[in-house]
């Protein structure tokens, strides 16, 4: 396939971070997940992050003109020139068509929109015993758990519990994205763009069902 373009929608905790992460090792691929920037812009206390924790903290999407630059920037670099996985982006209409207007800008097309779908019930289950490391990398007390308790088995770092994983912001996060990112599901559905993967199974088994995918669309362009 030329050029592998992709992004990931779906609820929070429908494991768009655990397959992205794998998804990046298995394509070779830049991953840029705006959550994980913008938590890191948090603890570096840059300008970017400043602006971002308020919105955060309460489960609020940042505005538009905050992060629409952040990604039009990652996609310029030369290690994206063949292709990229976005994850947590776009999450609003005015975001996506952003994005359409920077591919556009460079000449490029967006390759699919995988949606991972998982129910309010399941995402509020998943969230409660999450944990995460400030690398980025995910685990869950019971569905997930590292080797270790409290410690996490790719870089050893101490896992943490995120400041937006507390039930009443949970809840206000489902709700934006109910609002505010699921009209994107239509938006890439007319594009011709949109994939739906089953992301109640286990990890290993939604990653099959992302290669699998990913198999038949090298294989429609062969063809
Ligand atoms: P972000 O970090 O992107 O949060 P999110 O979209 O809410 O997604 P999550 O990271 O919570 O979940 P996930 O789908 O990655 O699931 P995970 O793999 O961790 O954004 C945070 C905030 O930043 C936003 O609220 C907003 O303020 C801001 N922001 C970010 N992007 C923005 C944008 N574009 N515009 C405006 N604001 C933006 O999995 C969850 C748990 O489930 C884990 O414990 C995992 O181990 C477990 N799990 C995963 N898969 C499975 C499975 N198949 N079975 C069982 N358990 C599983």
Same mark, same amino acid.
């Given at each position: 396939?030329?050029?592998?373009n992709?992004?990931?929608l ?12 794998r998804?990046?090792?298995?394509l &070779? ?10 938590r890191a ?6 300008e *970017? ?6 919105y955060?903290?309460?489960g609020d999407? #940042?505005?538009? &003109? #905050? ?6 920037e ?8 063949d292709?990229?996985i976005?994850?947590?982006f776009?999450r ?16 490029r ?8 779908e ?16 400030p ?12 080797s270790?308790?409290?410690v ?5 770092? &101490? ?13 206000h ?8 990112? /699921? ?11 949109? &994939?739906?993967i ?6 290993d ?8 995918l *990913? ?6 362009? /062969?063809?």
């Open positions: 396939m030329s050029e592998l992709l992004i990931l779906g609820p929070p905790g429908s494991g768009k971070g655990t397959q992205g992460e998804l990046r090792d298995d &070779e691929l830049p991953y840029y997940a705006t959550g994980d920037i913008l812009a948090v603890r570096e206390g840059t *970017l992050g400043k602006r971002a924790k308020r955060m903290d309460r999407l #940042v505005p538009d &003109e #905050v992060i629409v630059g952040v990604i039009a990652r996609i310029d670099r030369p290690e994206a020139a292709g990229f976005l994850d947590g776009p609003t209409d005015p975001q996506a068509e952003a994005l359409d207007a920077k591919m556009a800008e460079l000449g097309k967006l390759t699919a929109a995988l949606l991972i998982v129910g309010d019930d399941e995402v509020v289950r998943r969230l409660g015993g999450r944990r995460t490391c690398n980025g990398h995910v685990f869950h007390v019971e569905l997930d758990p590292p270790k308790e409290g996490c088995d790719v870089c050893a770092a &101490e896992l943490e519990i995120r400041d937006d994983d507390k039930p009443d912001v949970i809840r996060r489902l709700e934006q994205y109910h609002a505010k990112t /699921e009209p994107l599901i239509d938006y890439y559905d007319r594009q011709g763009l949109l &994939e739906r089953d992301g109640t199974v286990a990890p088994e939604v990653e099959e069902g992302i290669r699998a *990913l198999a038949t669309l090298r294989m429609e362009e /062969e063809a």
